[in-house]
């Protein structure tokens, strides 16, 4: 096989380069060099909304797939540009999307057959909107544009890929990073009640393997897969192991969605993976099961990023990173609601935790 990797130096792309290599594969990657090189790849430079750029691009081709991870931060007219040019250097386009593009997320359990948001192959930037209660998103609106680009271009040689949350060694946004940080500070932590509701993250690893096995599908049609962890895990299991592999003699003080919600706390950023919505972990994947998808336990992927971050592992900058994360402060507050006393933090002696204790 003979591939293209839009990004391909950093997290699910870097994970998508390293997986086809170990299969042997010719692997292009095409990104603006701000994070580096992957040895062994053939680098491109370039940036995916000139169209010269792009058509230098394509006479590198043939390629037997391309391999989109680097279109969340581009308007649907930009990935529309990028699959009409490449359109003829390739015979496949395995695009990553989100399961933000349906129109009940996060409000109602998920299929592939679920409706998706409506957006033109060619809107700019400004189509979409952000419901009142976060919901639709403007960023759904956008990457269902992106799809209907490459759908347009590829038709039934696409496929679409649609993640709720993915984590594992390097993660840029800073969701398991900031829970495992937490849980080596230690003394009680505030915890979104109930403790049984089970979560549905994927690694990136098993994403990657996915992404790797549907670019070399080319003797079948495309379709869009659903990609959630398919047995997931508690949030008391995922906190204890977040526990158990950081040392921490710390412990979970579970707090309802009133009083989370009471005292302001954000959903889905100052308690990351927490979101009150019943849809948000009502994805089915058994089509992506059904295909191939393979998921590690996820405290096996809890295990790795925490190896991971003390290799000194460091995630590309990217400013979501600074969302992530309930203030100290206002933990003790709620902890103090709680009936509890937040005791003293220990120090951390790696500089990497220090900067995202912040």
């Keep these: ?52 750029d792009l058509k230098r691009l394509a006479s590198r081709g043939p390629w037997d797939a391309v391999i989109d991870t680097s279109s969340s931060e581009f308007p649907p007219r930009d990935v529309l540009l990028a699959t009409d040019l490449l359109r003829p250097a390739a015979a496949r386009w395995v695009h990553v999307s989100t399961v933000s593009v349906y129109e009940g997320w996060p ?12 957006c033109p192959s060619d809107a700019d930037e400004s189509f979409g909107h952000t419901g009142a209660d976060g919901s639709p998103t403007k960023y759904g609106f956008q990457k269902a544009g992106g799809e209907a680009a ?109 009083t989370l919600t009471a005292h302001g706390v954000k959903q889905w950023t100052e308690l990351p993976l927490w979101r009150t919505h019943p849809g948000v972990w009502s994805v089915d994947a058994s089509r992506a099961a059904a295909a191939g998808l393979r998921c590690r336990p996820l405290a096996d992927t809890i295990a790795d990023t925490w190896a991971w971050m003390q290799a000194d ?35 951390v002696a790696s500089t990497w935790q220090t900067r995202n204790l912040q």
């Design 1 to 52: 096989m003979r591939i293209l990797v839009m990004g391909g130096t950093w997290f699910l792309g870097r994970a998508i380069v390293d997986d086809a290599l170990r299969r042997g594969w010719e692997v292009t990657t095409f990104n603006r060099g701000r994070s580096g090189a992957v040895e062994g790849s053939d680098t491109v430079r370039g940036d995916r909304t000139s169209a010269d």
């Design 107 to 118: 409000h109602h359990p998920l299929t592939e057959d679920s409706p998706l948001l409506e």
């Design 150 to 258: 490459v759908r347009a271009a590829f038709g039934d040689d696409a496929v679409f890929l649609r993640p709720g949350v993915i984590l594992g060694p390097g993660e840029y946004v800073g969701r398991l990073p900031w829970w495992l940080t937490r849980a080596q500070r230690g003394g009680p932590i505030v915890a979104p009640a109930p403790a049984t509701q089970m979560i549905q993250p994927v690694d990136v690893r098993d994403v990657a393997a996915f992404a790797v096995d549907q670019a070399a599908g080319t003797d079948r049609p495309g379709q869009a897969f659903n990609i959630a962890h398919p047995e997931g895990i508690s949030w008391a299991g995922f906190i204890a192991e977040c526990l158990a592999v950081t040392g921490s003699t710390g412990s979970p003080v579970w707090a309802d969605a009133a």
């Design 313 to 347: 592992g460091r995630p590309v900058e990217h400013p979501r990173w600074d969302e992530h994360g309930v203030d100290p402060a206002k933990e003790a507050q709620i902890l103090a609601a709680l009936g509890q006393e937040m005791t003293a933090l220990p120090k």
